[in-house]
Structure formats: structure tokens, C-alpha cells
């Protein structure tokens, strides 16, 4: 299965660190509306007040460089003070982006986010949420529900719109659809994310400790007893499926493992297009493009690029100059130019920008090694420090992150182990 040909050598490894990276993630209450399958936070009703909000934002401008904030939980719709929240992150000089299942949201709501200063949303949506009147649809009949919210967006105007689903074993064969689906509303999607499904075994290969000593994985909400689901689903085998529809799909920026630096952790693949049932998509970005807009973004204002405005997204005739520095946007200048002379009037139509995320969460090696995501900008905080946002219930139960251990002839070995989350 892992048979995709990408090498991370003809990629570009994305700069990012736990000191400099794009967002930082927020997460103002624990409470949630839904209970997503392969959730890795424990649902309760428990708000922090403005002043705990506060202080953590105080702690990611004390050791971290970063552009936007992604606000999540739980579902942060679900906080009574979600607009003073927005309005904090955007007075501290950083973009506001909600992360929410959208069942809280309203137009009105979304108006006054917007007013406050939030700069966009992701919605996570999959066929694992039960959520109210779609139980047992599949992700393609969900993409009613996604179009929904996506107009939404674009009717209050100039906020980004991303979505989000974990992939897991039963439902990936329908990734390929939803990439076309995203094409098709390419002028209402700015991104489509893909996280693929991850759990820890409470009777699986290994054992877990946490300094020396023996815990149990059953208390962390990503354990499950039996294995029902792969949960060894990675971004290359998920690249071949896409390419099994789309042979020119070209990922071109990552993120690699803290143990392995050949794996695509985080793996961006960027194109144009134009909207429409067709979804006519002109190419895919190469490396030079994602380099030449990041490294020029932290040049001009000390920051690596989250959360392209509106307006840039829509630039894509604009874009076509950088086919001078990326073979990429020559091809993508090459097919559009070969369109407008078979459909002149579609030079009226705006050529936007898109991105497809694919998310492998943490990989545990044969020997225990956990391989996390190296840069990974999805950190939060916990008693002052930065913590892994998907390990957070560790910290919280354990004091710490729990290692794994191989079982050897039935008995324990002494080292490390691991809980195994999916970032919403």
C-alpha cells in the first residue's frame, strides 16, 4: 500500500518550529456538542474563563512566533464569551480561526465573529460524528451538509472556509471524490483536510508507562479495546488513492516525523482552478512556489504564512508570474492558456487557489519510538508549557506523555509508550 512515488528530496520541507510557525492552538473550553469517533479530547462541560484564555495567550507570545490562533476544544461556538475570545487574538496582532463542527453556528453568529475579527473557519465534518438528522449518511452525501455551511461562509463574505474529516479504513475509498468535490466549489473551499485515523490499543503490542512505571491506555478518550479500524493509514497510501482518479495529483510541501524524516506528516498539495461541476483544475504548485510564498511572508512581516486572506486566494491569474521560478505554475499557466483558447469567456471567470492537507498523526514504531509531528503547528498549552494539542489528555491524566513499550513473551518491557490521537 505504500507504494505512492514521492520523495520528500523533490518537496519542500516546510521551516516551521516550536518557536516559529504559522498558528498556535487555542483551546477555550472542553465541552462539545458532538462525540466524534476517533475524538481525542475528553468531552466536559467546563468552560476557562478570559482571564485562564488569557494567560494562555500570553504563554504562546512568550515563546513562539506565529500568525494565526486556531480556537478549538471541544466546540468553541460553545464558550459565552467566544466573541471577547476572537476579539483577544485579533488585539494581540494574530488571526482568529474557529475550528467547530458548526452545529452552534448562526448567521448571525458568523456576522458578529466576523465583526470581532475572525479571519476564517474550519468545519470538521465526517460520517463518525452521529450528528443530528445525517446519522448513516457517507461522506459523499455529507457534502450536502458541507456546501451548506460553505455558502454560508461566502455569504457573509471574506472569510476563509476549510473543512476537515478523519479518514478511516471504511471511508477512504471516498477521499477521491471529496477532493473532486472540492475542486468543483474551489471558489468556496480554500481548503480540504484529510486526518487519518489513529487509536491506542488497550490489548495491543505494547505496554505503557509513564516514568517507569506501568498506566493504563483505557482512561485516554483515543483508546479503544478491540481493533475495528486500520490505524495504519499514512499520507502516501492516501496520495495513491487519489491518483487512481486524478494521476496529476502533485504534493509538493511537508512536514516529516520526529523518527522518520521520510514521512509526510503534514502534506500540502496546492492548485488552480476554476469553479463549476467540472471542477477544471490547471495544475499543481511545485516546491519553489510554497517556498518563494512562505520565505517572502516571514521576510516581509517576521511570520510564516496561516490563513491567505480571501482576496489573495483569488489572485490566480496574478500567481501565473511565479511560472518563471516553479515548473509547477508553468504548467498550470500552460493549461490555462490551452482553456481560454477554447473557452475565451472564461476569462471572466477569478482562477483561486486551493489546498489539500493530508494529516498523519502519530506513527508508533515497532521498537516503541513515537513519531510525532515534527513542527507540528498544532501546540497548545498546559500549565504553562507547550504541549502535542492531540496528547493533551496525558498531560492531563498522567502528568506527562506516556511512552509505549513492545510486549516481549507476554511480559512488559521498561520504556516507552504511547496514546495515539486525531486532531480535529
Known sequence: MENAALDHRLMYRLPWTASDNVISWLEPTAKCNLACEGCYRENENQHKSLDEVRAELDVFNRYRTYDGVSIAGGDPLLHPDILDIVRMVKADGHKPI???NGLALTEALLVDLKAAGLVGLTFHID???GRPGWKKKNELELNELRLHYARLVAKVGGLSCAFNATVYEDTVQYVPELVQFAAQH??????????LYRAALTEGPFDYYRDGKPVAASPLPYSVDKQTQRIDLSSRELVRRIRERFPDFNPSAYLAGTEQPDSFKWLFTGRFGTAGEA??????????????VQT??????????AYAPKWMLEQGRAAMTMATVDPGMRTVQKNYLKHLA????????????QTVLIIQPIDVLPDGRQSMCDGCPDVTVHDGKLVWSCRLEEYKKYGGLVQSVPKRNGC??????????TPS
Not at 186 to 195: A, K, N, Q, R
Not at 296 to 305: D, Q
Open 412 to 421: 512488559g518491557a521498561r520504556a516507552e509508550a504511547v496514546a495515539v490521537g
Open 127 to 129: 460520517s463518525k460524528q
Open 279 to 292: 471542477g477544471k483544475v490547471f495544475g499543481y504548485v511545485g516546491p519553489r512556489f510554497m517556498e518563494t
Open 98 to 100: 474557529l475550528n467547530t
Open 296 to 305: 517572502t511572508h516571514h521576510l516581509m512581516t517576521g511570520r510564516y504564512l
Open 186 to 195: 474551489i471558489d468556496l473551499i480554500d481548503v480540504m483536510v484529510f486526518i
Open 342 to 353: 477554447a473557452h475565451p469567456l472564461d476569462l471572466a471567470k477569478k482562477v483561486h487557489f
